[in-house]
């Protein structure tokens, strides 16, 4: 193993900015051609994005037993979680508005591309269509959200029945399939991350033309942006959680912080709420919450529990529309806070998911794509908030489940040694 250490993934985000803005200050317009890089970068995303949704619903159907009440009540908690994040997001965009607040960025983005036209008939009925695709693949074609879920259910459920059959009859063929679908799955979660690995360079060449081009004003105009997102995301934690903890689980607040730091932490390193999956157990294990409640709210409902995504897409999908100047109603406001719901319960756990599935709500809603680039530059950040919230989303469901499923008077059995992981 090589001793050199890698540089951080911030660190080269910011590298990659400074380069970018001496470029772009040196060459003047001349460096606009650099920031096809970028769009390169969210076109293999929105590629990709896709299937990696499709199997990572198959994957879950086949991989994931959820039964009883206590699953029943993870389900519940994690669906008011998820719809009281998307409140949020859509709220607080509504009301500050940050897409609206820098008139350079508002001018990036209508130089990105062809004239925008006002979205048209994006409401329930339009959605609801959307839940039969055409065909097998008009559903990875369009990038469509909930044709792609609806056939992901399909097989997985499916394979779930044919697993369930041939195991009742001691065969194993089943096996084959649940590590093939496992293994693309990963495939496409690695493919994902060489595409975030070169973010940096799209970073560079996005910066590099909006300086070039517009100077610095767009990069400051998305401060709103990442402080209304920051804000959303702080609201959720220190606001929606604690009152979990306080009036649900009756937990002290310093003590559920003090044993769930370590995972938070880490989260914040490793802008992943899957890569984040040992410390978290391990704090929940020193919390002393059962191993049924952990191991429910951590790994099975990990894709339940993904709060910081879904009040971010939410956020986003308006911070667009605002900074191209198109108003979207009520109606299509919801039906875009359902897709982010859908697209944000299959999604996995990887770094970027957030921006990874913000692609494909914005592509099925019928939003432009040019200002994804720039938002690349200060996805680093926001990324890592959304882990933290997603990781303190798992740990204080796995700890209302456990003040819930305990009888009055029972005392806890010692922990099992939960086993190694990752």
Same mark, same amino acid.
């Given at each position: 193993?090589?001793?050199?250490?890698?540089?951080?993934?911030?660190?080269?985000?910011?590298?990659?900015?400074?380069?970018?803005?001496?470029?772009?200050?040196?060459?003047?317009?001349?460096?606009?051609?650099?920031?096809?890089?970028?769009?390169?970068?969210?076109?293999?995303?929105?590629?990709?994005?896709?299937?990696?949704?499709?199997?990572?619903?198959?994957?879950?159907?086949?991989?994931?037993?959820?039964?009883?009440?206590?699953?029943?009540?993870?389900?519940?908690?994690?669906?008011?979680?998820?719809?009281?994040?998307?409140?949020?997001?859509?709220?607080?965009?509504?009301?500050?508005?940050?897409?609206?607040?820098?008139?350079?960025?508002?001018? %990036?983005?209508?130089? &990105?591309?062809?004239?925008?036209? *006002? $979205?048209? !008939? +994006?409401?329930?009925?339009?959605? @609801?269509?959307? =839940?039969?695709?055409?065909?097998?693949?008009?559903?990875?074609?369009?990038?469509?959200?909930?044709?792609?879920?609806?056939?992901?259910?399909?097989?997985?459920?499916?394979?779930?029945?044919?697993?369930?059959?041939?195991?009742?009859?001691?065969?194993?063929?089943?096996?084959?399939?649940?590590?093939?679908?496992?293994?693309?799955?990963?495939?496409?979660?690695?493919?994902?991350?060489?595409?975030?690995?070169?973010?940096?360079?799209?970073?560079?060449?996005?910066? %590099?033309?909006?300086? &070039?081009?517009?100077?610095?004003? *767009? $990069?400051? !105009? +998305?401060?709103?942006?990442?402080? @209304?997102?920051? =804000?959303?995301?702080?609201?959720?934690?220190?606001?929606?959680?604690?009152?979990?903890?306080?009036?649900?689980?009756?937990?002290?607040?310093?003590?559920?912080?003090?044993?769930?730091?370590?995972?938070?932490?880490?989260?914040?390193?490793?802008?992943?709420?899957?890569?984040?999956?040992?410390?978290?157990?391990?704090?929940?294990?020193?919390?002393?919450?059962?191993?049924?409640?952990?191991?429910?709210?951590?790994?099975?409902?990990?894709?339940?529990?993904?709060?910081?995504?879904?009040?971010?897409?939410?956020?986003?999908?308006?911070?667009?529309?605002?900074?191209?100047?198109?108003?979207?109603?009520?109606?299509?406001?919801?039906?875009?806070?359902?897709?982010?719901?859908?697209?944000?319960?299959?999604?996995?756990?990887?770094?970027?998911?957030?921006?990874?599935?913000?692609?494909?709500?914005?592509?099925?809603?019928?939003?432009?794509?040019?200002?994804?680039?720039?938002?690349?530059?200060?996805?680093?950040?926001?990324?890592?908030?959304?882990?933290?919230?997603?990781?303190?989303?798992?740990?204080?469901?796995?700890?209302?489940?456990?003040?819930?499923?305990?009888?009055?008077?029972?005392?806890?059995?010692?922990?099992?040694?939960?086993?190694?992981?990752?």
């Amino acid at each position: 193993m090589s001793g050199r250490r890698r540089v951080p993934f911030y660190a080269r985000i910011l590298l990659a900015m400074a380069a970018g803005a001496l470029l772009g200050l040196a060459a003047g317009p001349r460096a606009a051609p650099l920031g096809e890089a970028g769009k390169v970068v969210i076109s293999l995303i929105k590629a990709l994005a896709a299937p990696l949704l499709f199997f990572a619903i198959v994957d879950a159907f086949l991989r994931t037993t959820i039964h009883g009440r206590s699953a029943a009540r993870m389900v519940a908690i994690s669906l008011c979680n998820g719809a009281i994040a998307l409140v949020i997001g859509l709220g607080i965009s509504n009301l500050l508005r940050p897409g609206e607040a820098s008139a350079a960025l508002q001018k %990036a983005a209508a130089s &990105g591309g062809p004239a925008v036209k *006002p $979205l048209e !008939g +994006l409401d329930f009925s339009r959605v @609801v269509s959307g =839940l039969v695709p055409a065909s097998v693949g008009a559903p990875f074609v369009e990038n469509a959200i909930l044709g792609i879920v609806v056939l992901g259910v399909l097989l997985g459920a499916a394979l779930r029945r044919v697993k369930n059959e041939q195991t009742a009859r001691g065969e194993t063929g089943y096996r084959h399939v649940e590590d093939g679908v496992a293994a693309l799955l990963r495939a496409f979660e690695v493919m994902l991350t060489w595409i975030i690995a070169i973010v940096p360079l799209a970073v560079f060449g996005v910066v %590099a033309q909006t300086v &070039g081009q517009h100077g610095f004003a *767009p $990069l400051a !105009g +998305l401060g709103p942006y990442v402080g @209304v997102a920051l =804000l959303g995301l702080g609201l959720q934690v220190f606001v929606v959680y604690q009152a979990w903890l306080v009036f649900v689980a009756k937990v002290p607040l310093r003590s559920f912080w003090s044993g769930a730091r370590d995972a938070v932490a880490y989260a914040a390193g490793a802008s992943s709420s899957l890569a984040t999956l040992p410390v978290t157990l391990r704090c929940l294990d020193r919390m002393e919450v059962s191993p049924a409640s952990a191991r429910l709210a951590a790994c099975v409902g990990t894709n339940l529990n993904h709060d910081g995504i879904l009040l971010y897409e939410a956020m986003a999908v308006l911070f667009v529309a605002q900074a191209h100047g198109i108003a979207m109603t009520f109606p299509q406001q919801i039906a875009a806070a359902f897709l982010c719901l859908v697209a944000g319960v299959g999604i996995a756990g990887v770094p970027e998911a957030g921006l990874i599935s913000l692609s494909l709500v914005l592509a099925t809603v019928g939003l432009p794509l040019q200002l994804l680039p720039l938002l690349l530059t200060v996805d680093w950040l926001i990324s890592r908030a959304r882990a933290m919230t997603n990781v303190t989303s798992d740990m204080v469901v796995a700890v209302v489940l456990d003040r819930l499923s305990r009888r009055p008077g029972s005392v806890r059995a010692p922990a099992e040694r939960l086993p190694a992981t990752g």
